[in-house]
């Protein structure tokens, strides 16, 4: 993209921005933003603990920086991303380690993530070398919870947005 994706503005709004206002509507008590620069966004940002290693270690970095309890992790470019998405994976989440968005596809990068379960089996899984995160969730519970695939749209090249900030 040539640019920090967090910053990227869709329809006027950084994506980073975007995201973490969509999780404080869906009643998120703490956000806080994960990796890369330290933007001026009114949310804690935390430095990435493996930065250049991937998003599984921005996953446990995320895991590891907020209190003990369940933690929504989010990418940043998922600039359509709705509360109602967020809420949907709280009320899935059942007796599983992590929900996880799906659409066609599991989005692990949208999921609710149960802390003290999930961090040790991803440390772990880190630590063995793993850096997908697809393949770091073998020993979790997973609940697939079923996203409208709209909402779960990322931003990769700028032909992605169109000129009416709408996914392409």
């Known amino acids: 993209m040539g640019v920090d994706k967090a910053t990227l503005e869709v329809n006027g709004v950084a ?21 890369g620069p330290s933007r001026d966004l009114r ?15 921005g996953i446990i970095t995320a895991l590891s920086s907020l209190p003990a309890g369940l933690v929504l ?11 109602s998405v967020f809420r949907a994976l ?5 007796d599983a380690d992590v929900a996880i968005a799906h659409s066609g596809r599991p989005e692990p990068l949208c999921a609710l993530w149960v802390s003290p379960r999930c961090l040790e089996p991803l440390e772990h899984a880190f630590a063995a070398g793993e850096r997908a995160v697809h393949r770091g969730l073998g020993a979790l519970v997973i609940e697939s919870i079923a996203v409208e695939p709209r909402w779960l749209r990322n931003v990769n090249t700028p032909a992605d947005l169109g000129d009416d900030g709408e996914p392409n």
Do not use: I, N, S
């Not at 949310?43 to 270690?57: A, F, I, K, S, T």
């Not at 709280?90 to 059942?94: D, E, I, M, S, T």
């Open 73 to 83: 992790v989010a990418a940043c470019d998922l600039a359509w991303v709705t509360a």
């Open 90 to 94: 709280l009320a899935g989440l059942g």
């Open 15 to 35: 994506m980073a921005e975007r995201v973490c206002t969509a999780m404080e509507q869906a009643g998120a008590t703490e956000v806080v933003t994960v990796g």
């Open 43 to 57: 949310w804690r940002h935390v430095v990435d603990r493996y930065p250049g290693e991937g998003p599984l270690g």
